[in-house]
């Protein structure tokens, strides 16, 4: 096998027409994100730090504690993986601009078209969150009830309408830097509203079904298992960016520097959800609320954290949104339909009518299920689990078994900038995967301890989505049986 070396490359580029050259050229100017844009991109999270408490509530401080930082670590390979994968099988001839596209390299289009479901379902769910708990949010602004809930999910749609008509993801690198800075502002001062506050009772009635009592803690919860399980897919959601990694490759100038950006996005939630988490429980204990700070009783205090959210809320969702369209462009217009590109005027034409699909069936989720735990975990079994625990090992374990079975270089010899294309040499013998010799050959003829890590790291995520699916339905199920739980599409405010 024969793997690009610098002279070659020269080489090959002499080659090229000066169109071709003028091309890729072009393709490079509009890649403008850096790895300090991706470090913030990452850490505007789509509800910040503020379900973390409502985690440690359910599972305990010892579980709680434990299972952040294992799934922090987790999150944190599985991303390498996919950084790696991309640096492998990206090119300009055959670009990934998307999580599906990285799958299709590997198991074909029915793959891509399975990823971009799930995908598109996860952001819009996503999108779906953040106008319920901006909502919420507005609801105790004007001091609880003022009007219809509905109409407060349905304001927050309507401004996201607006907001998606911005097309370029780097416009939103300044306001994702805000965010994060305004993300820490509420933790700190609700951490301080917490610890001088005695808990928002009422809400916490409402909401949870928590009567007003002493407030308790523990190190680990008596709760039933669906409660426990809902709990341990809010840590989920915690590292749910690993989705869209592979828009934030596609846009950087430099894919090589993106290990920088998520390590250290990766350690600043996990810290800050670690630190939130235990302070604001540890004073607020069972009547925690799924947005921590929101349980306050004081209504000057909540005003401060309800304002800054709804910045921050706004900013996330014009993110998600921004990526979820482009996703359903991508996929439905120019692959399904080979429309317009994106940058042509028919193609503005065509996002804008997307725009308003979008956020219109965003409303639908957020007036659905009134429930933002409920709704987080949900969204984190189906669709979290799978983008940053379950595909990343069954992608690297397929793109290694594909490189032995065919008889390539080791793969682990290459640099990370290296590329393997169709030029390359190999001894592939000819056999199919209808043949166990083919199978063998491609977990055994690499390295098979690595494979073996990944097999049992993909079926350990499956069983645990599958669990957490158990678990969020059930307690949809449980808090629409609460006396006094909002309803679906109704006025009653469910804080």
Same mark, same amino acid.
């Given at each position: 096998?024969? #793997?690009?070396?610098?002279?070659?490359?020269?080489?090959?580029?002499?080659?090229?027409?000066?169109?071709?050259?003028?091309?890729?050229?072009?393709?490079?100017?509009?890649?403008?994100?850096?790895?300090?844009?991706?470090?913030?991109?990452?850490?505007?999270?789509?509800?910040? +730090?503020?379900?973390? +408490?409502?985690?440690?509530?359910?599972?305990?401080?010892?579980?709680?504690?434990?299972?952040?930082?294992?799934?922090?670590?987790?999150?944190?390979?599985?991303?390498?993986?996919?950084?790696?994968?991309?640096?492998?099988?990206?090119?300009?001839?055959?670009?990934?601009?998307?999580?599906?596209?990285?799958?299709?390299?590997?198991?074909?289009?029915?793959?891509?078209?399975?990823?971009?479901?799930?995908?598109?379902?996860?952001? %819009?769910?996503?999108?779906?969150?953040?106008?319920?708990?901006?909502?919420?949010?507005?609801?105790?602004?004007?001091?609880?009830?003022?009007?219809?809930?509905?109409?407060?999910?349905?304001?927050?749609?309507?401004?996201?309408?607006?907001?998606?008509?911005?097309?370029?993801?780097?416009?939103?690198?300044?306001?994702?830097?805000?965010?994060?800075?305004?993300?820490?502002?509420? %933790?700190?001062?609700?951490?301080?509203? #917490?610890?001088?506050?005695? +808990?928002?009772?009422?809400?916490?009635?409402?909401?949870?079904?928590?009567?007003?009592?002493?407030?308790?803690?523990?190190?680990?919860?008596?709760?039933?298992?669906?409660?426990?399980?809902?709990? %341990?897919?809010?840590?989920?959601?915690?590292?749910?960016?690993?989705?869209?990694?592979?828009?934030?490759?596609?846009?950087?100038?430099? +894919?090589?520097?993106?290990?920088?950006?998520?390590?250290?996005?990766?350690?600043?939630?996990?810290?800050?959800?670690?630190?939130?988490?235990?302070?604001?429980?540890?004073?607020?204990?069972?009547?925690?609320?799924?947005?921590?700070?929101?349980?306050?009783?004081?209504?000057?205090?909540?005003?401060?954290?309800?304002?800054?959210?709804?910045?921050?809320?706004?900013?996330?969702?014009?993110?998600?949104?921004?990526?979820?369209?482009?996703?359903?462009?991508?996929?439905?217009?120019?692959?399904?339909?080979?429309?317009?590109?994106?940058?042509?005027?028919?193609?503005?034409?065509?996002?804008?009518?997307?725009?308003?699909?979008?956020?219109?069936?965003?409303?639908?989720?957020?007036?659905? %299920?009134?429930?933002?735990?409920?709704?987080?975990?949900?969204?984190?079994?189906?669709?979290?689990?799978?983008?940053?625990?379950?595909?990343?090992?069954?992608?690297?374990?397929?793109?290694?078994?594909?490189?032995?079975?065919?008889?390539?270089?080791?793969?682990?010899?290459?640099?990370?900038?290296?590329?393997?294309?169709?030029?390359?040499?190999?001894?592939?013998?000819?056999?199919?995967?209808?043949?166990?010799?083919?199978?063998?050959?491609?977990?055994?003829?690499?390295?098979?301890?690595?494979?073996?890590?990944?097999?049992?790291?993909?079926?350990?995520?499956?069983?645990?989505?599958c669990l957490g699916m158990y678990g969020s339905g059930t307690a949809i199920k449980a808090t629409f049986q609460l006396e006094g739980a909002a309803t679906s599409f109704g006025c009653r405010s469910p804080v």
């Amino acid at each position: 096998m024969s #793997v690009h070396k610098m002279d070659e490359k020269e080489v090959e580029h002499a080659r090229k027409t000066e169109h071709q050259r003028e091309l890729d050229q072009a393709r490079r100017a509009l890649r403008t994100a850096t790895w300090v844009s991706v470090f913030f991109l990452i850490t505007t999270d789509i509800l910040g +730090p503020f379900n973390a +408490p409502y985690a440690f509530s359910q599972v305990g401080y010892v579980p709680g504690a434990v299972l952040y930082v294992v799934m922090g670590g987790v999150a944190c390979f599985t991303g390498l993986q996919l950084w790696r994968l991309f640096c492998r099988l990206d090119s300009h001839e055959f670009p990934v601009k998307t999580y599906g596209d990285l799958g299709e390299r590997i198991f074909g289009k029915e793959f891509k078209h399975f990823c971009t479901v799930l995908q598109s379902l996860q952001l %819009i769910i996503n999108v779906g969150v953040i106008c319920l708990s901006n909502a919420q949010s507005l609801e105790q602004l004007a001091a609880n009830h003022q009007f219809c809930f509905s109409i407060s999910v349905l304001i927050w749609a309507i401004v996201g309408m607006l907001l998606g008509q911005v097309r370029s993801l780097q416009k939103y690198g300044f306001f994702a830097n805000s965010a994060v800075w305004l993300n820490l502002l509420i %933790i700190f001062t609700s951490m301080g509203f #917490v610890a001088h506050s005695p +808990p928002n009772f009422a809400a916490a009635l409402t909401s949870l079904g928590q009567p007003e009592g002493p407030v308790q803690t523990a190190k680990f919860v008596s709760l039933p298992l669906f409660d426990k399980v809902n709990g %341990i897919m809010q840590m989920v959601f915690a590292y749910g960016g690993a989705m869209i990694f592979p828009e934030f490759l596609a846009e950087m100038r430099r +894919p090589m520097d993106f290990w920088k950006g998520m390590i250290c996005a990766q350690l600043l939630i996990c810290t800050a959800y670690l630190m939130y988490g235990l302070f604001v429980y540890s004073f607020q204990g069972q009547f925690t609320l799924p947005l921590a700070y929101q349980g306050v009783s004081k209504q000057s205090w909540q005003d401060v954290g309800n304002v800054f959210a709804l910045i921050t809320g706004i900013i996330a969702a014009g993110l998600y949104g921004n990526i979820g369209i482009k996703v359903a462009y991508y996929s439905i217009i120019e692959d399904w339909f080979k429309g317009p590109a994106l940058t042509s005027r028919t193609g503005r034409v065509i996002w804008t009518v997307m725009v308003f699909i979008y956020w219109s069936l965003a409303f639908v989720v957020g007036s659905a %299920i009134p429930q933002v735990a409920s709704v987080s975990g949900v969204v984190a079994a189906i669709c979290i689990m799978q983008f940053s625990y379950t595909f990343p090992p069954l992608m690297m374990l397929g793109y290694k078994m594909k490189i032995a079975a065919a008889g390539l270089i080791a793969e682990d010899s290459l640099a990370i900038g290296d590329v393997i294309d169709a030029n390359t040499p190999s001894k592939d013998p000819g056999d199919t995967w209808m043949q166990w010799s083919r199978w063998k050959r491609g977990f055994f003829g690499g390295t098979w301890y690595y494979n073996l890590f990944n097999l049992i790291l993909f079926l350990a995520s499956l069983s645990m989505a599958c669990l957490g699916m158990y678990g969020s339905g059930t307690a949809i199920k449980a808090t629409f049986q609460l006396e006094g739980a909002a309803t679906s599409f109704g006025c009653r405010s469910p804080v």
